[in-house]
């Protein structure tokens, strides 16, 4: 307990996380302090004389103990910014991730586009997708389902906490089980991680995030083809489905889509140039 002031902890913070090879060491270990210390980013620097009682030690080496097990850092905080947004999210969600990003954009882009009014969000973990719509469109009705009642407990106070509850409708569904709307826009970012292939990701991935909305089968593709499948009885005429897929997943995944008469297929990429949202629209008489 040799380190006392913000900066010395921080500097052992750092080094610690580093020596085990955690890429984002500096700013993990500065995220952690201010969590203890209730600083800002500003604070941590300018009261970087400040002496850690031996409470705050104590909690501060048991973060740093759990980053060093390669929990994320979310999780230890309880907290992830998506869209601009600050969401709460725990062990019984997906940590919301960048490239999601793209999929709400392309949908919000719809969305002024064509006048929708209704979205269904399939698989909704912590919310991410369907606070974020429901918080850029003005009067959009998003409902969003999920397995898992930790999951929708979470995604509530998410909605409360963007001010959107009352325009957010959360329920207890595998897929279309519960559902009995039609929807101008589906959108879903399901498992798709092929099962195989799971024991190999990364410890913080595997070992921390629900396996639920990791596991998308043998191929990766089982939840693409529940949700298309039953896609035709909840989309409304000219309606639109998005889906995110993996880098390596638009061609399959646009051929299920093909295959069941969808049209207007289009992929989009990331910031890294990898496809990840596949479209498209259902023109049924």
């Known amino acids: 307990m040799t380190p006392d002031t913000v900066n010395k902890w921080l500097f052992y913070g750092k080094n610690i996380l580093k020596d085990i090879g955690i890429d ?24 970087d004389d400040y002496v850690l009682t031996k409470d705050e030690v104590i909690e501060y080496t048991t973060l740093l103990n759990k980053r060093k097990d390669f929990m994320p850092v979310q999780y230890i905080t309880g907290k992830c910014e998506f869209m601009g947004i600050d969401f709460n999210v725990n062990q019984s969600t997906l940590i919301p991730r960048g490239d999601t990003e ?14 929708y009014k209704t979205v269904l969000d399939i698989g909704t973990g912590s919310g991410a997708i369907a606070v974020s719509i429901a918080k850029y469109c003005e009067g959009i009705k998003v409902t969003a389902s999920d397995i898992s009642v930790d999951a929708l407990k979470i995604a509530g106070e998410n909605a409360a906490n963007n001010s959107v509850s009352d325009r957010t409708a959360f329920i207890l569904s595998d897929v ?10 589906i959108v879903s970012n399901p498992p798709y991680i092929k099962t195989d292939v799971i024991k190999t990701l990364m410890p913080n991935v595997k ?9 998308g089968g043998r191929d990766g593709l089982y939840f693409y083809r529940k949700i298309i499948n039953g896609c035709k009885e909840h989309l409304n005429k000219d309606g639109a489905l998005f889906f995110e897929i993996g880098y390596d997943q638009a061609e399959e995944v646009s051929n299920l889509l093909k295959n069941e008469n969808f049209s207007c297929i289009k992929t989009e990429k990331d910031l890294a140039g990898f496809d990840r949202v596949v479209s498209c629209e259902y023109k049924y008489t």
């Not at 709400?104 to 586009?113: C, F, G, H, L, S």
């Not at 279309?176 to 826009?185: C, L, P, Q, R, T």
């Not at 070992?207 to 596991?215: I, K, Q, R, W």
């Open 102 to 115: 793209i999929l709400v954009e392309a949908v919000i882009n719809e969305i002024n586009k064509k006048c």
């Open 176 to 185: 279309y089980e519960n559902i009995n709307s039609k929807f101008d826009v």
């Open 207 to 215: 070992n921390y995030e629900p396996l639920s909305a990791l596991d």
């Open 24 to 47: 984002s060491y500096s700013i993990d270990a500065e995220i952690l302090l201010m969590k203890v210390l209730n600083f800002t980013k500003v604070q941590l620097f300018t009261k």
